[in-house]
Antibody
Framework: QVQLQESGPGLVKPSQTLSLTCTVSGGSISSGNYYWSWIRQPAGKGLEWIGR???????DYNPSLKSRVTISVDTSKNQFSLKLTSVTAADTAVYYC?????????WGQGTLVTVSS | DIQLTQSPSFLSASVGDRVTITCRASQGISSYLAWYQQKPGKAPKLLIY???TLQSGVPSRFSGSGSETEFTLTISSLQPEDFATYYCQQLNSYPRTFGQGTKVEIK
């Protein structure tokens, strides 16, 4: 059974870059027609799709974040990563990594990232 | 972006009640809709995909229906473990978007 686990700093200073990694276990990130996605959720609010990557490296991003987001994949490590630049307090949220087909069936437990000086 | 509007936003119900949540899309999305359940402090859990297909392991009291712009999630007999927030998500186009959520609380 595929499991996902987010990792990265829980505190980022304003204007700096948020960096998270998602490690996939129990299966290969390259197998199946799956995309690998990032979704975030500010405290007490709804879910926002950030973007996704295919193992080949092809990406799709939310236009509202596109200028600041980069998602990358390292198939040798069975990981994919998120970078979000120039963060502000509005980027404070729980960040989830997920597996996407035409639905998101596997989710990491989520990691809280707080943007504060 | 495709907007998804869930109704109601809040629902108070009793164990054993039949509960229906509606998700309306601002434009047609065929059957590219999923439903998730989220409990406090936990990641969302997939319940229904392709509008009406029950995810493996999800109790049969959950069902989904609809297409294009109007969708429903029904819980036929609400159980104590079903008190949670429910979200719909469209996967027809980019960016993927979610409804604002429906919180189901105990009456």
């Amino acid at each position: 059974q595929v499991q996902l686990q987010e990792s990265g700093p829980g505190l980022v200073k304003p204007s700096q870059t948020l960096s998270l990694t998602c490690t996939v276990s129990g299966g290969s990130i390259s197998s199946g027609n799956y995309y690998w996605s990032w979704i975030r959720q500010p405290a007490g609010k709804g879910l926002e799709w950030i973007g996704r990557i295919y193992p080949s490296g092809s990406t799709d991003y939310n236009p509202s974040l596109k200028s600041r987001v980069t998602i990358s994949v390292d198939t040798s490590k069975n990981q994919f990563s998120l970078k979000l630049t120039s963060v502000t307090a509005a980027d404070t949220a729980v960040y989830y990594c997920t597996r996407e087909y035409n639905w998101n069936d596997c989710w990491g437990q989520g990691t809280l990232v707080t943007v504060s000086s | 972006d495709i907007q998804l509007t869930q109704s109601p936003s809040f629902l108070s119900a009793s164990v054993g009640d039949r509960v229906t949540i509606t998700c309306r899309a601002s434009q047609g999305i065929s059957s590219y809709l999923a439903w998730y359940q989220q409990k406090p402090g936990k990641a969302p859990k997939l319940l229904i995909y392709a509008a009406s297909t029950l995810q493996s392991g999800v109790p049969s009291r959950f069902s989904g229906s609809g297409s294009e712009t109007e969708f429903t999630l029904t819980i036929s007999s609400l159980q104590p473990e079903d008190f949670a927030t429910y979200y719909c998500q469209q996967l027809n186009s980019y960016p993927r978007t979610f409804g604002q959520g429906t919180k189901v609380e105990i009456k």
